[in-house]
């Protein structure tokens, strides 16, 4: 069993910066981490994965060139770093937890997400 918890959401101009963390309550070696987020009235939607290794990354095209996501297992840590923000990028954001033996796995399906968060909310402001 893994617990998710995210943080560092909040409200920000439109071209700042956030860096949201996803904390877990045990080791996430042997999975991949993913972020997703939801804006209001509207699907869950993927963002960003990371393999276990960190070595895979891949990101929805939205997001590419202005978002960075990264991992630190010994802190049991997932990062999502976030520059050059849009009004479009306000939404609940999502960390997940995907089991996988591959350490060069990632995953763009929320199907395949084991554990999710509860999420934390990102407001950016025209």
Same mark, same amino acid.
């Given at each position: 069993?893994?617990?998710?918890?995210?943080?560092?959401?909040?409200?920000?101009?439109?071209?700042?910066?956030?860096?949201?963390?996803?904390?877990?309550?045990?080791?996430?070696?042997?999975?991949?981490?993913?972020?997703?987020?939801?804006? =209001?009235?509207?699907?869950?939607?993927?963002?960003?994965?990371?393999?276990?290794?960190? #070595?895979?990354? !891949?990101? %929805?095209? $939205?997001?590419?060139?202005?978002?960075?996501?990264?991992?630190?297992?010994?802190?049991?840590?997932?990062?999502?770093?976030?520059?050059?923000?849009? =009004?479009?990028?306000?939404?609940?954001?999502?960390?997940?937890?995907?089991?996988?033996? #591959?350490?060069? !796995?990632? %995953?763009? $399906?929320?199907?395949?997400?084991?554990?999710?968060?509860?999420?934390?909310?990102?407001?950016?402001?025209?």
């Amino acid at each position: 069993q893994v617990q998710l918890v995210e943080s560092g959401g909040g409200l920000v101009q439109a071209g700042g910066s956030l860096r949201l963390a996803c904390a877990a309550s045990r080791r996430i070696s042997s999975y991949a981490m993913g972020w997703f987020r939801q804006p =209001p009235g509207k699907e869950r939607e993927f963002v960003a994965t990371i393999s276990w290794s960190g #070595y895979k990354t !891949y990101y %929805s095209d $939205s997001v590419k060139g202005r978002f960075t996501i990264s991992r630190d297992n010994a802190k049991n840590t997932v990062y999502l770093h976030m520059n050059s923000l849009k =009004p479009e990028d306000t939404a609940v954001y999502y960390c997940a937890a995907d089991y996988n033996a #591959y350490s060069d !796995y990632v %995953s763009s $399906s929320s199907s395949t997400y084991d554990y999710w968060g509860q999420g934390t909310q990102v407001t950016v402001s025209s």
